[in-house]
């Protein structure tokens, strides 16, 4: 007879190999914004690992595309950049990084704007 231990970790491990042998997920997605512009979304997952890009346009010809990665654990961590341009050609771009854990998280992230002048900016907090 098998003792109670041993049964829970073979569930433990028949569990582990059923969950690795799930294949990557993947959505996409693209449809009209209210205001005559489009906007499309893509996002995969494989494993514990999240990407994504989202690219918008507008309907007087603005741009902003991002595109971001985010990999699942006990602390979540997360990388985003992203850049736009308006309808008068003056552009924009950011990149922001986050973790976040059980009890406290953190955020960091720049910014670049039409004249070329960088702000950075970071950010705490306990949960």
């Keep these: 007879m098998l003792s109670s231990a041993k049964v829970h970790l073979f569930c433990l491990g028949a569990m582990l190999?059923?969950?690795a042998a799930v294949p990557a997920a993947a959505e996409?997605?693209?449809r009209p914004t209210v205001?005559?512009?489009?906007?499309s979304r893509s996002v995969s997952r494989e494993g514990g690992v999240y990407t994504?890009?989202?690219t918008r346009t507008g309907p007087n010809g603005g741009s902003y595309t991002s595109s971001s990665k985010c990999v699942a654990g006990v602390?979540?961590?997360?990388?985003r950049s992203y850049s736009g341009t308006g309808p008068d050609g003056q552009s924009f771009s950011g990149k922001r990084v986050s973790a976040r854990g059980p009890f406290r998280g953190r955020l960091a992230?720049?910014?670049t704007g039409p004249d070329g002048?960088?702000?950075?900016?970071?950010?705490?907090?306990?949960?």
Excluded: K
């Design 52 to 54: 994504g890009s989202t």
């Design 109 to 111: 992230g720049s910014f």
């Design 35 to 39: 205001h005559g512009g489009e906007i």
């Design 117 to 127: 002048n960088t702000v950075f900016g970071s950010r705490r907090w306990r949960r």
């Design 28 to 30: 996409e997605w693209q």
């Design 17 to 19: 190999v059923a969950a």
């Design 75 to 79: 602390v979540d961590r997360c990388a």
